[in-house]
């Protein structure tokens, strides 16, 4: 069996929990996300997003997005 990277099981994390602050599914933001280009942008940002709050995170990426 393969192993995620940390990087990406730390994706996931962020997906869900951000998904689950906007009362969204996962499914719906990863679709929004990709539409909107940030999937390797919020993928590449790892190193910052790890190390501080998860709400951090989710403010950088509101400032990118239109509203989800």
Known sequence: ???LSN???FFILLLEKYA???SRSA???LKRWQEQGLLDY???MY???H???LENAFADIDS???CI
Request: no cysteine.
């Open 1 to 3: 069996m393969m192993k």
């Open 7 to 9: 990087q990406s099981e």
């Open 20 to 22: 689950e602050q906007k």
């Open 27 to 29: 499914g719906e933001v």
């Open 42 to 44: 919020i993928h590449g």
């Open 47 to 49: 190193e910052q997003y």
């Open 51 to 53: 190390t501080e709050r």
């Open 64 to 66: 990118k997005t239109n």
